[in-house]
Structure formats: structure tokens, C-alpha cells
């Protein structure tokens, strides 16, 4: 059965601080997505990374992906309260046509 | 900016009953799929479709659930015979391509199978 699954599950930082999410599958993927869902919200689209060592940045947030390991990291820095959401990666198992998402990290950003 | 929309926002069914959920994806888009959300809980692909016929399918999307593009713009989920496990949020999503480079997402239909 294919996992995805990301570290950790609840994660509560202070304004500033710089922290990891982790994202580990268990299939042979090269595909790789990050969304970010607002309570109550939908999903917004935040990174595509399409290829092993991939590397997407945008603002506070930098996504990364290394195939080999099954391993893709979502990396904050100077955390500030509008990024409080929780955030899931996807793997794309099927060239666009199937993804399993993993568990989410609930991010809250304490000022 | 153009997005994808949903109706309705919230249905509530009794169980065994039909239903379908509407969406519009971005027009010029060419794939479309629908996810649910159980509350809390992380987001599970159904199905992907292109070309008037389904690419993909999960474990989930079993008989009682069906898809079709019934014309040029709406794209529906129908579920046969609901149960009170189908009580979640589906979204659909559109990409101009295959996978990417973005999904969009709709805003949700939260079914509530009482």
C-alpha cells in the first residue's frame, strides 16, 4: 500500500523562526506537489516539483525534492502569522492522472 | 482570475439517496479530477478524467460513483446510493495539462448523509 507521509503532524512555531516539514512516500515518483488549505477552505496550489533536486521558492517558503530518498522538505523561514494553514504535500503516481496525499501538517504561528 | 466553481456549497442527503455534485472547471482546461476531504483528515483522491473518459480511478471510487461531462463546461460526481461514510467535502480540480503545472481547486461541496 503506497504511504505519504509527513512529519511532523502539528507544528507550533514562534513569529521568526525557521522550521522543516517533511514529506516521505513509499512509490517511485518524480512528481511532487505542495498545497496549503486555510480552515475551512480549499486547497491553493503552492509548488510543483517536477523532477529529482528540484528546488522551488516562493517568499518565506522553499520546496524541495529528492526523489532517490522519497523525500520532500518544506522549508519556512522567518515564519509570520499569515502562514498558519495546514499544509500537504501530494505524490503523483500516474504522469498527472493519480495522486495520494499525505497526512498534513497543521502549521500555527504564534506572534 | 479565472476559477473553478462548485454547487452547491452544502447538500444534505438521506442515506440511499442520489446525488450529484456540479462543477465548472476553467474553461479552457483539459483534466479534471475529484478529491474528498473527510473532516480532519487529509484529502483522497476519486478520479481523474480527460478526454470524456476517465484516466484514473481510486479504491474509493467504486460503483456507486460515477462521472461524466455532460456538456461543454459542467463536469459532475454522482453518487448512486449514498452512504453516511460519504459525508465529506469534495472539491474538484482542473489543470490545463496533466499534473500540472497547477491543479485549481474548487471551493468545495460539503456532503452531510444524515
Known amino acids: 500500500e503506497l504511504k505519504v507521509e509527513q512529519n511532523p ?3 507550533s512555531m514562534q513569529e521568526g523562526k525557521n522550521y522543516t516539514i517533511y514529506c516521505n512516500y513509499s512509490t517511485t515518483s518524480d512528481r511532487l506537489y505542495w498545497y496549503r488549505q ?3 477552505k480549499s486547497l491553493e496550489s503552492l509548488f510543483v516539483l517536477l523532477s529529482n533536486g528540484a528546488v522551488k521558492q516562493e517568499g518565506r517558503l522553499m520546496a524541495s525534492l529528492d526523489t532517490k530518498a522519497r523525500l ?4 519556512i523561514t522567518a515564519a509570520v502569522h499569515d502562514l498558519s494553514a495546514t499544509y500537504f504535500c501530494a505524490v503523483d503516481v500516474n504522469t498527472g492522472n493519480q495522486f495520494y496525499f ?4 497543521s502549521l500555527t ?3 | 482570475e479565472p476559477e473553478v466553481t462548485q454547487t452547491p456549497s452544502h447538500q444534505v442527503t ?12 476553467i474553461s479552457n482546461h483539459l483534466y479534471f479530477y475529484w478529491y474528498r476531504q473527510i473532516l480532519g483528515q ?4 476519486l478520479v481523474s478524467f480527460y478526454n470524456n473518459e476517465i484516466s484514473e480511478k481510486s479504491e474509493i471510487f467504486d460503483d456507486q460513483f460515477s462521472v461524466e461531462r455532460p456538456d461543454g463546461s459542467n463536469f459532475t460526481l454522482k453518487i448512486r446510493s449514498t452512504k ?3 459525508s465529506a467535502m469534495y472539491f474538484c480540480a482542473s489543470s490545463a495539462v496533466a499534473g500540472g503545472p497547477r491543479q485549481f481547486f474548487g471551493p468545495g461541496t460539503r456532503l452531510t448523509v444524515l
Do not use: A, N, W, Y
Open chain 2, 42 to 45: 487529509k484529502v483522497e483522491f
Open chain 2, 14 to 25: 438521506q442515506m440511499g439517496q442520489e446525488v450529484i455534485l456540479r462543477c465548472v472547471p
Open chain 1, 38 to 40: 486555510d480552515p475551512g
Open chain 1, 72 to 75: 520532500s522538505t518544506l522549508h
Open chain 2, 84 to 86: 453516511l461514510e460519504d
Open chain 1, 109 to 111: 504561528v504564534i506572534p
Open chain 1, 102 to 105: 499525505g497526512t498534513g501538517t
Open chain 1, 9 to 11: 503532524l502539528f507544528l
